[in-house]
T-cell receptor, first 115, second 109 residues
Framework: NAGVTQTPKFQVLKTGQSMTLQCAQD?????MSWYRQDPGMGLRLIHY???????DQGEVPNGYNVSRSTTEDFPLRLLSAAPSQTSVYFC??????????????FGPGTRLTVT | AQRVTQPEKLLSVFKGAPVELKCNYS??????LFWYVQYSRQRLQLLLR??SRESIKGFTADLNKGETSFHLKKPFAQEEDSAMYYC???????????FGTGTRLQVFP
């Protein structure tokens, strides 16, 4: 199993550009999520999904869109990049019961710089 | 609302010293607490969770519902314990996992 994979590993964008960060998992996990990691702020939840076709907002959703058309993939779209979105982005997945949180498996991260 | 507080950004100790990384939480329901660790240039990985009540790499953590705490402890720190540690909170009726701001542990030789 590859686990959780993310592409690209690094990306530099100019302000106003759009792009999609890719995330895929091969563990048949229903729950997937996106976090951003910033110094002193820890990990903040951007969006999450409890299954194909179902997404919801986390703590810091503004400026980001997600969709979940398959169980395996959960892409994160930046609509119009801003310098404040410079961060390291982590995707994670876990099984779900709808009643409790399980261990989350993390991808290697995407380091994004917006100039 | 779910909230996790890790009051220390940095904790520095010498090898062999005891370590305690603090974590406090706020949650109206029945909490589920986790500790995740991120070694340099590696992805986050689960260290332990309160349900399992086990010791991993010499670390233990006890859920104290009265004090709403889940502090991570190790009696004798090792240099390889140097990493970023995150406390995370989930709970019944939610799949979401909310993370604290993290504590960087530095263990000096």
């Amino acid at each position: 199993n590859a686990g959780v994979t993310q592409t690209p590993k690094f990306q530099v964008l100019k302000t106003g550009q759009s792009m999609t960060l890719q995330c895929a998992q091969d563990m048949n996990h229903e729950y997937m999520s996106w976090y951003r990691q910033d110094p002193g702020m820890g990990l903040r939840l951007i969006h999450y999904s409890v299954g194909a076709g179902i997404t919801d907002q986390g703590e810091v959703p503004n400026g980001y869109n997600v969709s979940r058309s398959t169980t395996e993939d959960f892409p994160l779209r930046l609509l119009s990049a801003a310098p404040s979105q410079t961060s390291v982005y982590f995707c994670a997945s876990s099984r779900t019961s709808g009643r409790q949180a399980y261990e989350q498996y993390f991808g290697p991260g995407t380091r994004l710089t917006v100039t | 609302a779910q909230r996790v507080t890790q009051p220390e950004k940095l904790l520095s100790v010498f090898k062999g010293a005891p370590v305690e990384l603090k974590c406090n939480y706020s949650y109206s329901g029945s909490p589920e607490l986790f500790w995740y660790v991120q070694y340099s240039r590696q992805r986050l990985q689960l260290l332990l969770r309160h349900i399992s009540r086990e010791s991993i790499k010499g670390f233990t953590a006890d859920l104290n519902k009265g004090e709403t705490s889940f502090h991570l402890k190790k009696p004798f720190a090792q240099e390889e314990d140097s990493a970023m540690y995150y406390c995370a909170l989930g709970g019944h009726n939610t799949d979401k996992l909310i993370f604290g701001t993290g504590t960087r542990l530095q263990v000096f030789p």
